[in-house]
């Protein structure tokens, strides 16, 4: 059910301003957040990562590799400026991050 919220706010955030999720900061801002609530919710415990490396890491108090892999992943995302890949990286990073906001809440 979380799920189809999530997908349903994001439509509610997306249609009115399509030019918004193809905004390079757009994409950055929801990385950001993504991040932030992936580590939140794996440090207080109320949430386990999936991906073996990234829950590797982060179980073992080291944050910097997966905090490196999304800066990474951020310059790519502003280095392309493709207005494609700004909504995909939006989308799919802001909906994880109201995912992870939904469980630690």
């Known amino acids: 059910m979380s799920a189809i919220r999530s997908f349903l706010l994001i439509?509610?955030?997306?249609?009115p301003g399509c030019s918004v999720l193809q905004s390079r900061?757009?994409?950055t801002a929801c990385l950001a957040a993504d991040v932030a609530t992936t580590?939140?919710?794996?440090?207080s415990g109320r949430m386990v990562e999936v991906l073996s490396p990234v829950k590797a890491s982060i179980n073992?108090?080291?944050?910097?590799?997966f905090v490196l892999a999304?800066?990474?992943?951020?310059?790519?995302?502003r280095w392309l400026d493709e207005p494609?890949?700004?909504?995909?990286?939006?989308?799919?990073?802001?909906?994880?991050?109201?995912?992870?906001?939904?469980?630690?809440?």
């Open 39 to 43: 580590v939140v919710g794996v440090s």
């Open 84 to 105: 494609v890949v700004n909504v995909g990286t939006s989308v799919v990073e802001c909906g994880l991050a109201l995912n992870n906001l939904l469980i630690i809440r």
């Open 70 to 77: 999304a800066i990474g992943l951020a310059l790519v995302v």
């Open 60 to 65: 073992a108090g080291h944050y910097a590799p």
């Open 25 to 27: 900061d757009t994409a």
């Open 11 to 15: 439509l509610a955030f997306g249609l």
